[in-house]
C-alpha cells in the first residue's frame, strides 16, 4: 500500500523540551487514523508539524500528497467566528486553493456549496451569519467546506469537542464516506471507543509513539497504563539530547 505522509526521526519543541521525540512511521493512502494520548502528548502539534505549520528540530515530515489536496480542521478555539460572514461564503472558501482568493466563483460552484451544505444537514442555512451558529452547527460548516477542497489527505483536530452526539454521528458517517473513496484521514480524538468503533487504525502518542497499528491491538490495556505512566513521568526541566537543541 502506498504512503500518503511518512514521519522519519521526527522531533519538535517547545521551550527547549520535546512535545514529540523521534516519531517513525507512516499514514497509508486511504487509511482512516485516530491519533490519541493523554493530555499534553504531542497530538495536535503532531497535525501542526505535518502541514509545516510548526518547525521541527530534527528528522523530517515527507509529504507524498499534493499541498493543494490537503484539507486541515483546526480546533475550533482557534478559528475566529466574529467575523462577518455567512454560512455560505464560509463553505465556498473550500474553493480557495483551486481558485485563489479572487478566482471567479460560478453558478455552478454556488450549486454544490449548497448541496454540501444539504450533505451536512445545513439546508436553509446558506444566509445565516456563522457567529449566530452553535458550536455544532459551525462544524458542520466546516465539514461542508472541506467537501467541497476534494481533498486527498484530511487532518482533523478534535472535531467532535463539545458536540453534540446526533451531529458527531452525522460528522462520522461524512468521515466514514471519505474513507470508502480512499482519502486518507488523520483525526486527533479523545474518546476511545468512539475511536474502536470508527477507525480501523490508531496511532497512541505520549510524546514518543506507544503503538502504532490496528486500533484493536493498540488501545489495548498495557499501552494504556504505558501511555499515561510516560506522560506522567514527562519532566520539562530535563535535559534535551543533544539533536532537540536549536538547528
Not at 500518503?4 to 523521534?22: F, M
Not at 451536512?120 to 446558506?126: E, R, Y
Not at 452553535?134 to 469537542?161: K, N, T
Not at 446526533?166 to 458517517?173: K, S
Request: aromatic residues 6%; proline residues 4%; glycine residues 6%.
Amino acid at each position: 500500500m502506498s504512503v500518503a505522509i511518512a514521519l522519519e526521526n521526527l522531533t519538535v519543541s517547545y521551550r527547549r523540551h520535546p512535545a514529540l521525540h523521534h516519531i517513525n512511521g507512516s499514514f497509508a493512502r486511504g487509511s482512516l487514523t485516530a491519533v490519541v494520548g493523554p493530555n499534553g502528548a504531542g497530538k495536535s502539534t503532531l497535525l501542526k508539524s505535518m502541514l509545516g505549520l510548526v518547525r521541527c528540530n530534527s528528522g523530517r515530515v515527507i509529504n507524498h500528497t499534493d499541498t493543494k489536496r490537503i484539507a486541515y480542521l483546526p480546533q475550533q478555539a482557534e478559528i475566529d467566528r466574529s467575523f462577518p460572514i455567512a454560512v455560505l461564503d464560509c463553505v465556498l472558501l473550500g474553493y480557495w486553493q483551486r481558485s485563489g482568493l479572487l478566482g471567479g466563483i460560478n453558478a455552478d460552484m454556488v450549486e454544490r456549496a449548497r448541496q454540501a451544505l444539504a450533505a451536512v444537514g445545513l439546508d436553509g442555512f446558506a444566509r445565516r451569519p456563522i457567529a449566530s451558529l452553535s458550536v455544532g452547527q459551525f462544524q458542520r460548516v466546516l465539514f461542508a467546506r472541506i467537501l467541497l477542497q476534494d481533498a486527498e489527505l484530511i487532518m482533523l483536530d478534535e472535531p467532535f469537542s463539545a458536540i453534540d452526539t446526533r451531529t458527531t454521528n452525522d460528522l462520522l458517517r461524512i468521515i466514514a464516506t471519505w474513507h470508502g473513496e480512499q482519502r486518507t484521514v488523520i483525526a486527533v480524538l479523545h474518546d476511545y471507543e468512539q475511536v474502536r468503533r470508527a477507525f480501523p487504525q490508531t496511532l497512541l502518542l505520549a510524546r514518543n509513539v506507544v503503538a502504532w497499528g490496528d486500533t484493536e491491538q493498540v488501545l489495548c490495556h498495557d499501552n494504556l497504563h504505558r501511555a499515561r505512566a510516560m506522560a506522567e513521568a514527562v519532566d520539562d526541566h530535563a535535559p534535551l539530547c543533544k539533536e532537540d537543541g536549536p538547528q
